[in-house]
């Protein structure tokens, strides 16, 4: 099993900043990696697909970067909605998840 | 726009089998360019893959979960099922369905469903 670890766990940021977060991979996963978001209440969503291309509506203020097994989510200038829960997942092998890192507003 | 929609018991005694269903709407299960999946998330944690199937009826399993596991489809219906059994709280999550681009990431989801295991 590929083990997803994210940093941090948490993650404080005030509005307009920049936000990046870690993702790494136990073993390379190529470019088969994937961030979603996570609203209280709410059904994940694609952000980023193949390391680094936006999915559909996704505002290019989200960034993703990387390969093999050290990647990056950056938020350019947080905005409200964007306070939530981010996760990567690859799709290399099957599917696993990292753990989370939680975008707060400081 | 293709959305899906779990449905099925919100609790289930433990030893049973968690039986929950699927259901696509504005596209077709029979494309061949998904896997359909289920994903579960336990209160407060993270996200669990637990498997997918082809409309074709191939299936894959997450191993620690293999040997409790069937997933099914109804191409005639445009649903997909799992089934969980011998459950114990253990697996109390949401349980979430998904389309799967094949050899791809997750791009459309479920709202999902609470599923308590209690006596």
Same mark, same amino acid.
């Given at each position: 099993e590929i083990v997803m670890t994210q940093s941090p766990a948490t993650l404080s940021v005030s509005p307009g900043e920049r936000a990046t977060l870690s993702c790494r991979a136990?073993?390379?996963?190529?470019?088969n990696l994937a961030w979603y978001q996570q609203k209280p209440g709410q059904a994940p969503r694609l952000l980023i697909y193949g390391a680094s291309t936006r999915a559909t509506?996704?505002?290019?203020?989200f960034s993703g970067s990387g390969s093999g097994t050290e990647f990056t989510l950056t938020i350019s200038s947080l905005q409200s909605e964007d306070f939530a829960v981010y996760y990567c997942q690859q799709y290399n092998n099957w599917g696993t998840f990292g753990q989370g890192t939680k975008v707060e507003i400081k | 726009q293709v959305q899906l929609q779990e449905s099925g018991p919100g609790l289930v005694k433990p030893s049973q089998t968690l039986s929950l269903t699927c259901t696509v709407s504005g596209? !077709?299960?029979?494309?061949?360019d998904y896997y359909w999946s289920w994903i579960r998330q336990p209160p407060g944690k993270g996200l669990e893959w637990i498997g997918y199937i082809y409309y074709s009826g191939s299936t894959y399993y997450n191993p620690s979960l293999k040997s409790r596991v069937t997933i099914s489809v109804d191409t005639s219906k445009n649903q997909f099922s799992l089934k969980l059994s !011998?459950?114990?709280?253990?697996?109390t999550a949401v349980y979430y369905c998904a389309r799967e681009i094949v050899a791809d990431a997750f791009d459309i989801w479920g709202q999902g469903t609470m599923v308590t295991v209690s006596s």
């Open positions: 136990s073993q390379s996963v190529s470019s509506g996704i505002p290019a203020r | 596209g !077709s299960i029979s494309s061949g !011998s459950v114990t709280a253990a697996d």
